[in-house]
């Protein structure tokens, strides 16, 4: 939901998203290029500056900018070099001016005896970074791994359609929030689900769980998309009575297709509606609403589903609030509908992968910050 995005820190988008991908983060190439450029800066002031002046006491900090981009070894080459170029420094009467007998000085002696210890706690300081780094790629796994096992990668085909998503967590260093999608072939037909859960955090993802799981179990089950919907509705129930949580619910689109009658079937509850591009024109289908799903014991009736022409050349594209309230700088929100028709408008029929990579690289042109999960799945008849 959009209050639940708005409290968490933002996440920058710098470029396409790869919906199942996970980048670990790298060393900056600046950082690498550090002990060099100080070196250069400190032999440079040596020539600038009066003979009097110890400028090779400023190597001492060589080791320190070493560890921020180098491991061990490399910090301890780093340190060795500093040592060695501070006796350079303190002991060329050709370049600096000094006479060599400053070389064994005691200020000198004990420029030598800092630095080496300064590297000496460079060189530990690098080993834990290492090891923290790879306690970070171990969890990146761990997380990729959930996402994929939640989230699974949307199949190219599913039974009798074409598909394609992405997926974006508005959560700096996760890679699954609060959103979820899937699509499965069944007996009834082939049968989709988008939906946004109330609340952020580890909650979230475990709801995420319970939903996903219900929707993998009950779309299979005898019964048209309603009683799936009401199975995943006693599902919530319980996970509320169990954490326990009396807020606990869950936006979601429930889709059915039926490639017999070219008809697709829509049960909403209180989600974004979903999106149909066809024939060149992009409209919204709009039916019906319900309440969201585990809020279904204050309705007084059953949800009621609609349905809608959907042939092969259409795509019925489904997503959630992230999307549509993404906001540029001037604060006004992501213009689904009218990118779309700017895109897709008067042309012919794109294919899933098309909107989706569409939208892939358009969000960014519009925002640079995510607030809030982004969670989108497109579908069209195959043929």
């Known amino acids: 939901m959009s209050r639940r995005g708005h409290g968490r820190q933002a996440n920058r988008l710098t470029g396409l998203v790869d919906g199942n991908g996970f980048e670990v983060p790298t060393v900056p190439t600046w950082m690498r290029w550090m002990p060099p450029a100080y070196f250069v800066f400190v032999l440079l002031l040596e020539f600038v500056t009066p003979t009097q002046w110890a400028v090779s006491f400023l190597l001492i900090a060589v080791p320190v900018l070493a560890a921020f981009a180098f491991g061990p070894v490399g910090v301890g080459v780093v340190t060795v070099c500093a040592v060695g170029l501070e006796a350079v420094l303190a002991g060329t009467p050709c370049c600096t001016g ?97 939906g946004d859960v109330r609340g952020k955090g580890l909650q979230a993802v475990r709801t995420v769980a319970d939903v996903l799981g219900s929707f993998r179990e009950a779309v ?45 079937t829509i049960i909403n509850h209180g989600h974004v509606e979903p999106v149909l591009i066809s024939g060149g024109e992009v409209t919204v289908l709009s039916g019906p609403p319900a309440l969201p799903l585990g809020l279904g014991w204050l309705a007084t009736g059953r949800p009621t589903a609609y349905t809608h022409r959907f042939a092969p050349g259409d795509v019925l594209l489904l997503c959630t609030d992230g999307l549509i309230e993404a906001r540029d700088q001037s604060g006004d929100f992501y213009p689904l509908l009218d990118r779309l028709r700017d895109r897709f408008g008067g042309r012919p029929a794109p294919g899933p992968a098309d909107v989706i990579g569409f939208l892939n690289t358009d969000l960014p042109r519009h925002t640079r910050v995510l607030h809030d999960d982004v969670a989108i799945l497109a579908i069209a008849p195959q043929g």
């Open 98 to 194: 000094h006479n060599i007998h400053e070389l064994w000085g005691n200020n000198y002696v004990a420029a030598y005896i800092s630095t080496g210890v300064v590297g000496v706690l460079g060189v530990a300081l690098a080993g834990h970074r290492q090891r923290q780094r790879r306690q970070l790629v171990r969890a990146n796994s761990v997380a990729e791994a959930l996402m994929r096992t939640l989230l699974r990668p949307v199949p190219h085909q599913v039974g009798k359609v074409l598909a394609a998503g992405l997926y974006r967590s508005g959560e700096v260093g996760t890679t699954v929030g609060g959103d979820l999608y899937d699509i499965h072939d069944t007996p009834a037909g082939e049968r989709a689900i988008i």
């Open 220 to 264: 299979y089950a005898p019964g048209d998309l309603l009683e799936v919907a009401s199975r995943m509705e006693r599902r919530l129930v319980r996970e509320a009575a169990e954490i326990p949580d009396d807020e606990l619910f869950v936006t979601a689109a429930l889709i059915e297709y039926d490639a017999e009658a070219h008809r697709v």
